[in-house]
């Protein structure tokens, strides 16, 4: 069931990187598209007016010269100043560096100039291989990452009820419901093994989303069945059971061991001798997690609604996509709306402390409203459902993005994982042009396009305010995706005003995430030249290299920069990891500033710990990039 995975970026080691410099070079790695903006940064130790440079083709000729921009402002007491390399004139394909005329500066990493869909479209091969290097179960692929079939009890797991934790440590005994469960397959979280429902729909939200816009892309499209067929052993609809888990977290550190007690590839799971009441029990025998019967958390029935319901739209007319329909109308009908306290994600909660709801529901409605929509127009009669009327969830639809805009947890967000607003918005906005822009509906498109503006706007203001224009305040975390976000939603609000608002904002929180940042490192495995080697990921680090060349999991994308706090007492290393960077030290700590710390550490899981939901919205955005 796999594609031929195409590796096209050239993986180069970190041996290069020149010794201590005064100033430093900080670009896109991966290149810039032949007709956009074309900007570089200075990162100085010394405050000057202005600074020649040169941009060098690969033949060492100067194909233009000019001077930096003002000082937009310092980075660090070691770093006063901070100044723009634009060299937009640059339109004719090869490989360039820059070349600064002062003293002690680093040279540029080389970078090519060439068309969008050949710079990102490897980067989209990379991130389907990060996906397949998380599977779990049988079907794994022995090329990708040495893969070997994991967790095999997971075809009859036992179920149990929510596990009580205090203070993130397992408070009580789990207890057993009596029932079994097939949930084999699915995804890894992150760098550890668990499964979560919360992530994996988002994650599978974003991939489908993303095959359905470009139904071009069959290997997306074959990942997203992937996690679509977990998410459905995950939902008994007969009973209309929603199961949330698999794996404990954190265990009690005595009697119970959980996920990440440890450091082991998957399948060593498998190989425990182990007997009830022995702390690796659960290792092995890994609980599936049931949620409280009633009304389900709106935040997971909203994502498992806009799931199914993009399945459908991938799959009409098939016993398949009709299964999901069905399954997306039911879980939707299931969302509680009233009374909502502290939403259901994971156990512990404190793993993804999610709060926002509506959108979900706002987004499911919606996925849900293209999904009868496609029925009608093909003539299709589905008289099993509990609504059939596509102008039914149109008007779930703009009721929930009206409540989502005056909720009191409304626009502090780019989208990520917590707030899926933009996407809802974005698609809403076209459903209801589809639909012809009935009369009625709790909000218009202008409340729809003032509100993505509203979002952006948030960045757009932070961005002035921080020398790399990166549109969040430092020192938080998630620093990756949520540049990330910023880039689509800009690009969202651009598209459907048909205007180049803020497009250069969107490229700049792209450019971030690829090495134009004050570390000077690119933040997914293999783009670029400076990349993360030691990511607390225990299948790369047990079974990839450590400098940088293959093998690696590539697309793997991290946090980034974080609040230097976080780091404090991470240790040296882990017992049973092996030690990532092998010499230890820190070549990235004198670009510390403004609050933020980004460190390639195996221990450092605050800065280098991917997860899949990192990696999903990497996949839209270079998918985008990617058409020609």
Not at 14 to 28: F, M, V
Request: with cysteine.
């Amino acid at each position: 069931m796999h594609a031929t995975l195409r590796v096209l970026l050239p993986l180069l080691t970190l041996t290069s990187l020149p010794a201590y410099a005064e100033n430093y070079i900080r670009l896109n790695q991966v290149g810039y598209a032949l007709h956009e903006s074309k900007q570089a940064l200075l990162l100085s130790t010394t405050a000057l007016i202005t600074v020649p440079f040169r941009v060098v083709n690969s033949q060492n000729q100067t194909v233009y010269q000019a001077t930096t921009s003002a000082n937009r402002g310092a980075w660090s007491k070691q770093f006063p100043a901070v100044y723009a390399l634009d060299f937009s004139v640059i339109q004719q394909p090869g490989s360039y560096h820059l070349e600064v005329d002062t003293p002690d500066t680093a040279p540029s990493v080389t970078f090519p100039i060439a068309s969008a869909p050949s710079l990102y479209q490897p980067l989209l091969d990379h991130a389907l291989f990060f996906y397949q290097a998380q599977h779990d179960g049988a079907v794994v692929d022995p090329r990708v990452m040495n893969r070997q079939p994991s967790h095999l009890m997971d075809q009859q797991a036992l179920v149990y009820q929510p596990p009580v934790y205090e203070h993130g440590v397992l408070a009580k005994p789990l207890v057993s419901t009596g029932e079994t469960r097939d949930v084999s397959g699915g995804w890894f979280d992150a760098g550890d093994y668990l499964k979560f429902v919360q992530t994996a729909s988002y994650t599978d939200i974003i991939l489908l989303f993303t095959a359905q816009q470009y139904s071009a892309l069959d290997a997306l499209k074959t990942e997203a069945r992937f996690g679509l067929d977990w998410l459905q052993k995950m939902w008994h609809d007969p009973t209309q059971t929603l199961y949330y888990q698999v794996g404990i977290g954190d265990g009690n550190g005595r009697t119970i061991f959980g996920d990440h007690d440890l450091w082991r590839l998957p399948q060593i799971d498998d190989q425990l001798t182990v007997s009830p009441g022995e702390p690796g029990y659960y290792l092995k025998y890994r609980p599936v997690f049931r949620a409280a019967a009633g009304a389900i958390s709106p935040n997971l029935a909203g994502r498992l609604a806009a799931a199914f319901a993009l399945c459908y739209r991938l799959y009409p007319q098939t016993a398949y996509g009709n299964q999901c329909l069905l399954q997306a109308e039911h879980i939707f009908d299931r969302a509680q709306t009233q009374g909502v306290r502290q939403l259901l994600s994971v156990s512990p909660h404190s793993y993804y402390p999610e709060s926002e709801w509506r959108d979900d529901l706002e987004l499911g409605a919606t996925q849900l409203y293209f999904a009868l929509a496609r029925a009608t127009a093909l003539g299709l009669k589905l008289t099993n459902l509990p609504h059939s009327d596509p102008s039914f969830y149109l008007k779930q639809a703009s009721y929930w993005a009206n409540a989502y805009i005056h909720s009191p947890l409304h626009g502090g967000d780019s989208l990520n994982l917590y707030d899926i607003s933009a996407l809802a918005h974005y698609s809403l906005y076209q459903a209801v042009q589809q639909a012809g822009t009935p009369a009625g509906l709790a909000v218009t498109p202008a409340d729809l396009l003032r509100d993505l503006r509203f979002q952006i706007e948030q960045g757009f203001s932070q961005a002035q305010r921080d020398p790399f224009r990166l549109g969040l305040a430092y020192g938080g975390g998630d620093a990756t995706p949520h540049a990330l976000g910023y880039a689509l939603t800009a690009q969202f609000y651009d598209e459907l005003t048909q205007t180049q608002t803020y497009a250069e904002f969107a490229q700049s929180q792209r450019d971030w995430v690829l090495g134009r940042n004050a570390w000077g490192s690119s933040f997914i495995v293999g783009a670029g030249t400076v990349f993360p080697q030691c990511m607390q990921h225990q299948i790369a680090n047990l079974s990839g290299s450590l400098d940088g060349t293959n093998p690696l999991v590539l697309g793997a994308t991290v946090d980034g920069p974080n609040d230097p706090v976080t780091f404090q007492g991470l240790g040296i290393t882990i017992s049973g990891a092996r030690r990532c960077p092998p010499a230890g030290g820190d070549q990235f700590r004198q670009f510390t500033g403004h609050g933020s710390r980004y460190q390639d550490n195996v221990v450092a899981w605050p800065s280098v710990e991917p997860a899949d939901d990192y990696t999903a919205l990497g996949i839209l955005l270079f998918a985008r990039a990617s058409q020609p």
